[in-house]
């Protein structure tokens, strides 16, 4: 056993022997003296060995980098002039005794050093990735944020109860993982979206205040914060409203980041209606620390003789929209075209602009090809109504709302990433009021904007009925910095209610009792109001660690295409476990 970690050797050691254990992070031979950096899980300790232990000192010779070692020795004081002060352990040094070679290693396929090496490379070699003291500090924050949230809901009344992981599939938003059964053939379980339905029968059951740190699978195309698996803090309550909901949530968010990174986040959070941030910012998860905002002008448009904006500002789902940039005349023609080309990956077909060269000059200070289209007035109004300055770009959006919304609301988050305007470190937000459905045009029907358990607030079906386009859900999802951290919403506990939810989304009664059959006639067994909200633990890591990446948060990820380079799945199955399940493949897997 070692006597101490590398990274916790300091001046209270001073002339006492110890014991490490540890990798070759470096090896230095210096005119007869060697040098290694020996490195665990908790830092790096230099030891030094000298030609007087000759057998030591031999085997000191023959190590290299990622050599794993055993040694002993004695701490003493750095000589004059080599402390390393950005070094926890700089003050000190291990005179090394003995040498034990545990494992020899190859050259490691990148240095540990290295901030440029490929993904696929990382992921491929995982457990030396893995050895970088980035990723070492990456997986103590998820293990502390973990250990919090545990400690933090058990002392308030919470009980850990797991749920199935092969379970039905149920209509989530997402595809399933199917997993065949091969005692029931022809048939399959599917591995959970969430826990939905189970936590919710949880409450039925008079368990009160469940939670569950667990595992989740989404079917869906990847980005840099999802995964096809990824961890979740699933928590539900019985008798508690939004605000009680909520409010405990913001404790449990306070303590994280004050134990763990000593930071004060506001209380209470902010809150704001979906409406509302759609309007200002374009989307349902704005950055606060983000000042640009949106700027509606569709009521100045509409009698333009351009119908670029004319069009969009009289069609009851379009928008016309301005962004002011602050200094934003500066901008070149080309970088322009850039930020043109970057929002009809949202679907605009174009970028309207108008530099602001001379504030005080009417319309002879401004620079634009769409000047010659609108009325003196209707310039005036955009200037007013933007508070345009000298030297500043608006920009414009003409479009169907969504379109506009979706356009301008990524521009805003990429000029504050490009011309580093956020302000502030932190901004926690609850974002609340959302629309109960939103509607499909290409099939005409209504889909539910969180899930089809969300209770509304309307305080009967047959009015939910009436007008589901103007219901509002009893839904919260908390956003940090743009990002949403988690999402929630009081539950429907009425079975009639439940019933008019799933008819308005296009489930009848025979398809609502083969897929929600228990889930309904639990319903009928006495119900107690409830709600909860599940938190996505990857992101809350990954942006606590100020990673741009939640793979670098999770010990073993999936690459963008949803497979294990480290492991090479997926991969195909043996002939006797396919007729073992009595499945028959179409054609055969193509070689990748």
Not at 22 to 35: E, K, L, Q, S
Not at 303 to 322: H, T, Y
Not at 435 to 464: V, Y
Not at 514 to 534: N, R, S, T, V
Request: charged share 25%; aromatic share 8%; with cysteine.
């Amino acid at each position: 056993m070692r006597s101490h970690y590398c990274g916790h050797l300091d001046t209270s050691l001073l002339d006492q022997e110890v014991e490490l254990y540890g990798w070759v992070h470096r090896r230095r031979d210096h005119g007869g003296v060697i040098f290694i950096d020996l490195r665990d899980r908790e830092g790096l300790a230099q030891i030094v060995f000298d030609p007087d232990r000759a057998e030591a000192f031999a085997i000191a010779d023959m190590v290299r980098n990622e050599y794993v070692l055993k040694i002993t020795g004695l701490v003493r004081n750095r000589p004059e002039g080599t402390v390393n002060p950005d070094m926890p352990t700089g003050e000190v040094e291990v005179l090394g005794h003995s040498i034990e070679i545990l494992n020899k290693a190859k050259t490691p396929p990148f240095q540990l050093d290295d901030e440029h090496v490929h993904d696929d490379i990382r992921l491929r070699y995982r457990y030396v990735d893995l050895r970088r003291p980035v990723m070492q500090k990456n997986m103590r924050l998820r293990s502390q944020v973990s250990r919090m949230m545990h400690s933090f809901l058990d002392e308030n009344g919470f009980i850990e109860i797991e749920t199935p992981m092969l379970t039905k599939a149920t209509p989530e938003g997402a595809r399933d993982y199917l997993v065949p059964s091969r005692t029931h053939q022809g048939e399959f379980f599917a591995l959970p979206q969430s826990p939905q339905l189970f936590k919710q029968l949880l409450m039925m059951s008079g368990m009160d205040r469940y939670y569950q740190i667990v595992r989740c699978f989404r079917d869906e195309d990847l980005r840099a914060d999802r995964q096809p698996e990824f961890t979740q803090l699933d928590v539900e309550t019985s008798f508690m409203d939004e605000e009680q909901i909520t409010g405990l949530m913001e404790e449990l968010m306070r303590a994280l980041f004050k134990q763990i990174l000593d930071i004060d986040l506001p209380s209470p959070f902010p809150r704001m209606t979906y409406a509302e941030a759609m309007y200002r910012f374009g989307s349902d998860r704005p950055d606060l620390r983000n000042p640009l905002e949106l700027i509606d002008v569709s009521d100045v448009m509409k009698e333009v003789e351009f119908k670029v904006f004319s069009g969009p500002a009289k069609m009851e789902n379009g928008r016309v929209a301005a962004l002011r940039l602050p200094k934003g005349s500066d901008l070149t023609r080309k970088v322009i075209d850039d930020y043109t080309s970057f929002v009809a990956l949202y679907g605009a077909r174009g970028l309207a602009y108008i530099k602001v060269n001379d504030a005080k000059s009417g319309k002879e200070g401004l620079q634009s090809p769409i000047l010659k289209f609108l009325p003196d007035e209707v310039v005036e109004t955009i200037m007013l109504r933007t508070q345009a300055e000298t030297g500043d770009l608006i920009f414009f959006g003409a479009d169907k709302t969504k379109v506009v919304n979706d356009a301008l609301g990524a521009l805003r988050d990429k000029l504050a990433d490009d011309l580093d305007l956020h302000q502030g470190e932190w901004a926690p937000l609850w974002v609340i009021d959302f629309p109960m459905f939103e509607h499909d045009e290409n099939e005409n029907r209504w889909n539910a904007l969180h899930h089809p358990f969300t209770a509304p607030q309307n305080d009967s079906s047959a009015e939910l009925q009436a007008n589901p386009g103007a219901s509002l859900s009893r839904a919260y999802d908390m956003v940090m910095n743009g990002m949403e951290l988690g999402g929630g919403s009081i539950r429907i506990h009425r079975p009639e209610m439940q019933m008019a939810v799933l008819q308005l989304l296009g489930i009848g009664e025979e398809e609502a009792r083969e897929k929600f059959g228990f889930l309904i006639d639990a319903l009928d067994y006495g119900c107690p109001p409830h709600g909860g909200i599940a938190f996505g633990l990857d992101r809350i890591v990954m942006i606590m660690a100020g990673a741009s990446s939640i793979r670098d948060v999770i010990a073993f990820p999936k690459t963008q295409s949803a497979s294990c380079l480290l492991t090479s799945a997926p991969s195909t199955a043996a002939a006797k476990q396919l007729k073992d399940l009595g499945i028959r493949l179409s054609k055969p897997p193509k070689a990748e």
